[in-house]
């Protein structure tokens, strides 16, 4: 009895003595003891009493009579593991005579059910995300995917907070290379992260250029947009913390494509597919144009518009580039206050900024309306994208652009151009080229990013490296 009352000191102790951690004694006849273990915030408490009601009737453990009713596991007593395993919200009990310990799986862990994700809505289709529960997410990628080569690993990452990240392909279609490499990013992670509390981590260490702007690693909350890059051959990452699923290798294209252009016509989907790739010039290049314009080359313009330009513009006491700065500033503090606020009082932030502001700058002289025409258009363009993480890399990425139109003009532009356009060529992802099919330019695969194609043709997935990085 001496002995057991040491051991639930001891583990009260390990566990810090929170007042959640459970260890209840148990006594079998012949001095035979027992101890409980579980976390009452994680274990469901009618599965605990029904195991303690029939361990009370027992003469002795006997793991066959647990069999039938719940998932258990008996294995040799080690208390790092039955830490880990009560963290991870399993009950332990603990065979005391034995040095034993079984371990069951009933856990009570809060989840939400699958609603459509907000940031990826879609017109058609299915309405379902994922939720912060593995178990539920893999179940809607293989309810969709009914094969038994898709194959699923899990790492435990973090030497403090240990977090399981799961990856998965599909074995006739995933390129070794691309395996290999995600494989040894994620156990250098394992070596090196003290623990997973942001998405951010696992793309710093998973991404070739995590100091690039442009996402390496596409991030997406919809089970169908996983199953169409499962089939074309990419790997997929999830993990307990975050209903976000993680794709690579991907492309720069893949992130312009939405599941709307597969759920309507051709014709229809590949217009709004040509508008998306539009907005991206659009929302990088248009205020550094109208920057070098109104500050070099109004000989660019109509005489006409020139003029009315020249006339908007003349009371502005300060240079183009300031103007476009101040909109645009505002237009980055319209939005961070609409994400930050209660949803209520979005509509209310989006009037007074948008109007109010936007009238009064103008009527005070501060800005011209041009300017605030200019960039309206930049910022919707931004937000064409269907991807988060893409929209706010180009909104930073303009704002060199801008400057170097303020210095050189159309120069400026262009030695810009060029630099993000080798940047983007020397760009990989898992070892992939990002711009493909531009770099290497494959043209059977170019028409895609702009034109899909009929689904009774072969090869209409989205833009995407071939499957086992063979040719069509």
Not at 94 to 106: E, H
Not at 257 to 276: A, E, K, L, T
Not at 301 to 310: D, G, N, T
Not at 375 to 396: D, F, G, K, Q
Request: proline fraction near 6%; aromatic fraction near 10%.
């Amino acid at each position: 009895m001496l002995q057991l009352e040491s051991m639930v000191e001891k583990l009260k102790a390990t566990f810090y003595n929170s007042v959640d951690f459970i260890a209840r004694e148990i006594s079998f006849p012949k001095d035979q003891y027992a101890i409980l273990c579980y976390y009452s915030s994680m274990a469901n408490k009618k599965d605990v009493q029904d195991i303690l009601n029939v361990l009370k009737v027992q003469t002795t453990f006997n793991e066959k009579d647990w069999d039938a009713t719940t998932s258990s596991r008996k294995e040799a007593y080690n208390l790092e593991t039955l830490v880990d395993y009560v963290c991870q919200g399993y009950t332990v009990l603990l065979l005391l005579n034995t040095q034993q310990m079984v371990r069951f799986s009933i856990p009570n862990l809060p989840h939400r059910s699958p609603d459509e994700p907000t940031n990826e809505a879609i017109l058609r289709g299915a309405h379902e995300g994922f939720v912060e529960d593995t178990d539920v997410n893999l179940g809607l990628i293989r309810k969709r995917m009914r094969v038994p080569d898709l194959i699923v690993k899990k790492i435990t990452v973090g030497k403090d907070n240990k977090t399981d990240i799961y990856y998965m392909y599909l074995a006739r279609f995933a390129n070794q290379e691309n395996l290999n490499d995600l494989e040894q990013k994620l156990n250098n992670m394992k070596e090196k992260a003290d623990g997973l509390y942001a998405s951010g981590q696992l793309n710093d260490f998973v991404e070739d250029n995590p100091l690039s702007p442009f996402p390496q690693i596409m991030n997406t909350e919809r089970p169908d947009r996983v199953f169409a890059n499962l089939s074309e051959g990419k790997i997929v990452m999830m993990s307990d913390f975050s209903p976000t699923a993680y794709v690579a290798p991907v492309t720069l294209f893949s992130f312009y494509q939405s599941p709307d252009d597969f759920n309507s016509r051709v014709i229809v989907g590949s217009f709004y597919r040509m508008v998306r790739v539009f907005s991206f010039i659009t929302a990088i290049f248009l205020p550094a144009f109208y920057i070098a314009i109104v500050s070099f080359h109004y000989e660019v313009l109509p005489i006409e518009l020139s003029k009315k330009l020249k006339l908007d513009i003349s009371e502005i006491p300060y240079r183009p580039i300031f103007e476009a700065l101040i909109v645009e500033i505002i237009i980055e503090l319209i939005r961070e206050a609409s994400i930050r606020l209660p949803q209520a009082l979005v509509q209310t932030i989006g009037i007074v900024g948008g109007l109010v502001v936007g009238d009064v700058i103008i009527s005070a002289g501060l800005v011209s309306n041009m300017v605030v025409i200019v960039v309206a258009l930049t910022a919707i363009s931004s937000y064409v994208a269907p991807s988060v993480e893409l929209n706010t890399s180009v909104r930073v990425l303009r704002f060199p652009f801008m400057f170097a139109a303020a210095l050189l003009g159309f120069f400026g532009i262009l030695i810009g151009a060029l630099i993000l356009g080798v940047h983007l060529c020397n760009l990989k992802s898992l070892k992939s080229p990002y711009i493909y099919p531009i770099v290497p330019f494959d043209p059977k695969k170019t028409k895609q990013i702009l034109f899909r194609g009929k689904h009774t043709t072969s090869g209409t997935q989205p833009t995407s490296f071939d499957p086992k990085g063979k040719k069509p």
